[in-house]
């Protein structure tokens, strides 16, 4: 974990991205209570926050974590998110006091997947370093009464061995659809600075808001259609990704572009023109996703974006709702948000400014 710039990784994506993850969501003890017991409140869950770095410095470092001892950590991160209910208990205003309200296709959606006190994100290349490193986190924290609320496993293929770009851009890779996920997103560092990471108040800068949604997918279904259909729900070629309004991969969408009788080219409906930014007003949303597979009937994907505020979600997903091909295909079965905590090191613990 590296804590350079006062980031935490995990959060910005590498060009070749790390391709095993646990997501693994908890309640904390007495955080219900934080807001009416006021500095007592917040100190125990600041306590707690800086114990939890001195861990996942730790795990990912090069000694002191039993349960990796003689595996090379490689490219392990860990990233810390905190709910709505502890961040709203230090200070109401702050970006990630607020939790997401109701989506459509939300009725397989059961309270206990919903929200949640602490998001604990573990990516590697490895997945057995990914497994052990959740497991100890994990018994870590339910020795500290810490309660499971929900947790998932995730996987993405290898990037493409040429990146698309220069050196640095991120490469989007597919999902158990078929298609190239995230096309639309923040490429470069700055793109990134200006549309993922928070600027201000002093107490989270650094940090950014973390949207997490388990999305069940009707696979089966929706490869049963003939590949013209698959593309106009998409809005997009599925052999590179490239708009259905012509050029390459990176070639913008001609939202207005009709055929000779009068037809967009990228469908009304299509997911593409639906969450286009273009249409919400919104930023850019930093997609790391991961597929997953619980079984034949349980597979989808494991939706994890990054942005500065938690509107640039809430209106994409606010849109679709209102209309998107795409969307009769996908249940959402876990759903919160959590605001990512600014970068620590052993002198400056987890947590210190928020809770401070």
């Not at 459509?104 to 573990?122: H, I, N, P, T």
């Not at 930014?277 to 597929?291: C, D, K, Q, V």
């Amino acid at each position: 974990m590296s804590a350079r710039g006062g980031r935490q990784a995990g959060v910005d994506r590498p060009v070749q991205p790390q391709r095993y993850v646990v997501l693994s969501v908890y309640d904390l003890p007495g955080a219900g209570e934080a807001a009416a017991s006021g500095a007592d409140g917040v100190r125990r869950s600041g306590e707690l926050f800086a114990a939890l770095g001195t861990r996942v410095l730790a795990l990912t470092g090069q000694g002191g974590a039993a349960a990796l001892s003689g595996l090379p950590r490689g490219d392990l991160t860990v990233t810390v998110g905190v709910g709505p209910r502890v961040v709203a208990a230090v200070d109401g205003g702050l970006h990630g006091a607020r939790e997401l309200p109701g989506f459509a296709r939300e009725e397989e959606l059961a309270e206990s997947a919903r929200g949640g006190d602490l998001m604990v994100q573990v990516c590697a290349s490895d997945p057995h370093v990914v497994t052990l490193a959740d497991d100890a986190l994990r018994s870590w924290l339910q020795e500290r009464s810490a309660v499971p609320r929900w947790s998932q496993q995730g996987f993405r293929p290898p990037a493409p061995p040429t990146p698309r770009g220069g050196a640095g851009e991120r490469v989007p890779v597919r999902n158990l659809l078929g298609f190239l996920d995230g096309m639309v997103a923040p490429r470069t560092g700055r793109e990134v600075d200006q549309e993922v990471w928070l600027p201000a108040p002093a107490r989270v800068r650094g940090g950014t808001v973390a949207v997490v949604r388990r999305l069940r997918l009707d696979v089966r279904r929706f490869l049963a259609q003939d590949l013209a259909e698959q593309e106009r729900t998409i809005g997009r070629r599925r052999a590179d990704g490239a708009p259905l309004t012509g050029g390459g991969p990176d070639a913008p969408m001609d939202l207005g572009a009709k055929s000779a009788r009068g037809r967009y080219l990228i469908p009304a409906m299509a997911h593409a023109r639906r969450a286009h930014p273009h249409g919400t007003g919104s930023g850019l949303m930093l997609r790391r996703g991961y597929s997953y597979a619980n079984g034949p009937e349980d597979r989808g994907l494991l939706f994890i974006c990054f942005q500065r505020e938690l509107r640039t979600f809430v209106a994409t997903q606010q849109r679709l709702d209102d209309g998107d091909e795409l969307s009769s295909f996908a249940t959402a079965t876990a759903s919160g948000t959590f605001l990512v905590l600014p970068g620590y090191t052993e002198a400056l613990p987890l947590g210190a400014s928020l809770f401070s």
